[in-house]
């Protein structure tokens, strides 16, 4: 009887894969668990008490660190997300009017925009405020 709960619990364990929320996994690994007293012919109640036990300690102490490495809250922001709130130079004076300028930010130059459309001389520090298309609007620092 006791390969009826590993069988179980290993299908669980492949439809957490279908199913995203870190939940059906720990059915799974406490079926497989449960296996272990129901192979020695342990009585149903300590089969029924190790399950439950199991999937206590599973769901409310293991599952939390799962969800906090694979949710993506602690994600690093990647390209254009991540130049917001960086700083720069202006290498092209920007000018709100005439819809010219340039910024660089690291090592790239991008082209810029003023976040009050004043005009922002060459040299001058600027900080990413957001990104426009492909332009970044800055404001003077």
Not at 48 to 65: C, N
Request: aromatic letters at 10%; hydrophobic letters at 55%.
């Amino acid at each position: 009887m006791w390969w009826v709960f590993v069988v179980l619990g290993i299908v669980l364990m492949i439809l957490e894969i279908i199913t995203p929320g870190f939940i059906i996994m720990w059915f799974g690994v406490s079926f497989i668990i449960a296996a272990i007293p129901a192979y020695f012919h342990a009585p149903f109640a300590v089969v029924l008490s190790t399950f439950t036990l199991a999937l206590l300690l599973l769901t409310v102490f293991v599952r939390r660190i799962f969800v906090g490495k694979f949710s993506g809250k602690n994600r690093t922001d990647t390209n254009t997300a991540a130049l917001i709130g960086e700083q720069g130079v202006i290498t092209e004076t920007v000018d709100g009017v005439h819809a010219t300028g340039k910024v660089r930010v690291h090592s790239e130059i991008w082209s810029a925009l003023s976040d009050t459309g004043a005009i922002i001389p060459v040299g001058m520090q600027v900080r990413v405020l957001r990104v426009e298309g492909v332009k970044l609007v800055v404001e003077q620092r």
